[in-house]
């Protein structure tokens, strides 16, 4: 687990507070957070933003959006995604922009990491929460999702390939431990991988869905049934 110095922890506050800033007066920012139903002040609570001003180092970040990586000790990490209308789905999954698909991603990630940054376990304060159960979901955005606008306790990884070790022991005072894996072959990979890793539940997203698209169609209902 990489230990940050005083001078980046200075940094990731920084371009955190940099570009939270920035998202207040991003019309299209907050239209695609408000597409996934957040409003500026679940945003806020969540500490998202969209790189408008980069700091130095961050110029190929502009116009992604930020996901901050948040800890009891400060800003430790932080993802961008694109925000692009090529890399934006509509509620039936389909790509809002239909030209030149093919070639959307080549050479352009959806999502890209700080260059340099250690992997971290996302939205980890809600382990300090009063809670029975934690929800482990496959992404950030779920995550917010589960906990800002649900009110589930969750925490977040990008993917099976960013899952660590220690991870685990954050996780061994619950009760119970839900994965929520995207309802396609890689969520199912998630979930089944969790349930090895951290005697997870798995939560059998219906095909093509995940925590936000749920959320958008349903509200906080569709999720909470999903583990009742």
């Not at 954050?170 to 199912?188: P, Q, R, T």
Request: glycine share 10%; with cysteine.
């Amino acid at each position: 687990m990489q230990t940050l110095s005083a001078e980046q922890r200075r940094f990731f506050e920084l371009a955190a507070s940099t570009y939270q800033a920035d998202l207040a007066a991003d019309t299209n920012a907050l239209a695609y957070l408000a597409s996934r139903g957040f409003s500026p002040e679940a945003a806020a609570m969540c500490r998202q933003g969209v790189v408008r001003r980069p700091l130095a180092g961050h110029e190929q970040y502009r116009g992604r959006m930020v996901l901050t990586y948040q800890t009891p000790a400060g800003v430790v990490n932080l993802r961008f995604r694109c925000i692009d209308e090529r890399c934006v789905k509509n509620e039936q999954g389909q790509y809002l922009h239909t030209v030149g698909l093919a070639e959307q991603h080549e050479g352009h990630p959806k999502y890209l990491s700080s260059e340099g940054a250690g992997g971290n376990l996302y939205g980890v304060l809600d382990l300090k929460k009063d809670s029975p159960f934690i929800c482990v979901t496959e992404g950030e955005i779920d995550r917010d999702t589960l906990s800002v606008l649900a009110g589930l306790p969750a925490v977040g990884v990008p993917g099976v390939d960013t899952w660590q070790k220690h991870f685990s022991r954050c996780l061994e005072d619950f009760e119970v431990i839900y994965a929520f894996g995207d309802g396609d072959k890689a969520g199912g990979k998630f979930s089944n991988f969790l349930a090895r890793e951290t005697r997870a539940r798995p939560i059998r997203m219906p095909a093509g869905e995940d925590c936000n698209s749920i959320y958008v169609k349903e509200g906080a209902g569709g999720l909470r049934r999903l583990i009742e």
